[in-house]
């Protein structure tokens, strides 16, 4: 660090003087600050708008999938029933009975003292057909059911405490239904069954000639019906209709959703292109979002526009005769009772003309926010390369200001120095002259 000097010979204040001078010698490298914080902020707001549109990419090209639209839902008339649909399911109903449910075997044996342990050494534990001989490390009722939950026998053994330091041995089935029965062998043991292995049942057009009695191992039957999925909650005593039908509200949902990711880009384009003006004590100051004026910005989102108010069909037709619109503001409306209508009068055309306007929503969100080749994303890597650019160009001059700043300060320096000196000199030469004055007088 160098010795301040400030003022010593020559009463300048030359710390503030070089502080001025670099202010102006730094000026560029401001100048080039300023421009790479702009720069930042509006990569941080193509990143964040990027995103979104990837976001709407990735929606519309879902909906705009063969079968997106073809949603089902299905009903049943009794509580103890429900059911539930895939993409495959069609509409339709279907009568059936439930006459039994799933259960999981469930087997134990008499008291066994925890002091006297287990009276055998081996049990032989039959599942699936198959033999499986348990031979427990002790007679320890802990080791029992260790040697049975490691055997994978298909069978859980659990220690049930009944009190006065007696237990019980509870063997419950891994799989639930009639897949899942086992039986233990183990000689002088007798082994109750609690629940006994079945499989749940439903019966098809009861009452009828056609009856058929179909079974599952669990209280789901996910292939009666292409699709559907039926879950018996208990036995029923009465047929039970389950019915399948073109789910509505599901694909007004999707439309909706579909418009409102439209006006998500929209709202945010906007929001980031505002210009304001304020006006204080100061003046009147106006401002411009980071997205103003930009051409990526404003193309991307007409692009966007088009796709999703162009005409569609054949022969093409507004898309807001299903509700979709364009509204004064440059937004999309959706109108769900308009679109409602629309789906209950034709719904494959609806249908059709959802997927068209998704299709050609994600071609343009797709083509803006490619990871490689999009609009925005190529804008993107082109304003971080330029970033770097001028994150070394701020760094030599850094370099350049440190110098400049040194030679100033070793300038002013050798100034006060010299100054100094000459001082010095003046006061001695007027010390020899006042001498040389005192001595003429004498004589």
Known sequence: MGISLDGLASGLDTTALISSLMQAEALPQTLLKNKSYDLQSMVSALQGLNGKVAALATQATAAAKPGALDLTTATTNSDKV??????????????????????????????????????????????????????????????????????????TASKVDVGGGDFRLQFTATKSGAAGAFTITDGGTTFTDVKTAQD??????????????????????????????????????????????????????????????????????????????TTNSGGTRTSAGVFAGDSTVRSVNQNILSAASLPVGTPPRSPSEIGISITKTGTMEFDATKFGAALAADPAGTAAKVQELAGRIASAATAASDKYTGTLTTTITGQQSEVRDLADRISDWDTRLASRKATLQSTYSALEVAMSNMKAQQSWLAGQLAGLAGGGGQQ
């Open 82 to 155: 429900t059911a539930t649909t895939t993409a495959a399911a069609k509409t339709g109903s279907l009568d059936f009975q439930v006459t039994k449910l799933a259960q999981t075997q469930v087997t134990v044996t008499p008291k066994v003292n925890a002091v006297t342990g287990w009276p055998y050494t081996t049990m032989t534990i039959n599942s699936g057909g198959t033999d499986y001989t348990i031979s427990p490390a002790s007679n320890s009722l802990d080791d029992v059911v260790s040697a049975v939950n490691a055997a994978g026998a298909g069978v």
């Open 200 to 277: 749940a049942e439903i019966s098809l057009w009861p009452n009828t000639t056609a009856a058929q009695t179909v079974t599952s191992s669990t209280n789901t039957f996910t292939n009666v019906l292409p699709g559907v999925s039926i879950t018996a909650k208990d036995v029923t005593a009465a047929p039970v209709t389950v019915t399948v039908s073109r789910d509505d509200a599901g694909i007004t949902k999707l439309a909706s959703d579909l418009v409102d990711g439209v006006n998500g880009i929209f709202s945010l384009v906007a929001r980031q292109s505002a210009v304001s003006t």
